[in-house]
């Protein structure tokens, strides 16, 4: 699921020009609707599009910390969205990625992988190395949690499946 903000003089029977593309992957645990209310009425002012993509893990929702199918469905969002709301015209030079925490961390990884893809991004309080996230979960009571939702989505420990945690590290794709 996701939750698409278009200017308001556009849709089935109004037909847009070709807009710019914001991508807002989420942070952990946001679900798309509140993403979409932290951009208000942006999208009409600015004129230009917001996906809010909802984000699957290989096993969590909202909890995909950069899993490649998540990062790989992020780069195919223009695409989705031309299929799914043919009305909508999206300019493919001007498609930009904008997350916060866990958004933060997927807009690197979109950017790394699929660097063609985006004209641009912003990465607000990203997760760069998710190898060294993993042992910072640890260190308080608060978010040790967060090391048994990593390891459920991941497939181990960073000690277990080094490679799993390295991949979802922005820092591996520079």
Excluded at 23 to 49: C, K, Q, T, Y
Excluded at 119 to 146: S, W
Excluded at 161 to 173: D, K, Q
Aim: charged share 15%.
């Amino acid at each position: 699921p996701a939750v698409v903000l278009v200017p308001d003089d556009f849709g089935p029977n109004r037909p847009s020009p070709p807009l710019p593309l914001v991508i807002s992957p989420h942070g952990r645990g946001v679900r798309p609707g509140a993403n979409a209310n932290l951009w208000a009425g942006l999208p009409g002012r600015g004129r230009f599009v917001v996906v809010c993509p909802g984000g699957m893990g290989r096993r969590l929702p909202l909890h995909s910390w950069g899993w490649r199918g998540q990062i790989s469905d992020l780069a195919k969002m223009p695409g989705t969205l031309r299929a799914g709301l043919p009305w909508l015209r999206i300019d493919t030079d001007r498609i930009y990625a904008l997350g916060g925490s866990m958004g933060g961390h997927e807009t690197l990884l979109l950017l790394g992988q699929y660097p063609r893809v985006l004209a641009g991004a912003v990465a607000m309080d990203p997760v760069t190395n998710f190898y060294r996230r993993y042992g910072d979960f640890g260190l308080t009571p608060r978010t040790r949690g967060q090391q048994v939702l990593a390891r459920f989505e991941v497939g181990g420990t960073p000690r277990t499946n080094p490679r799993g945690y390295v991949l979802r590290s922005p820092t591996h794709w520079i």
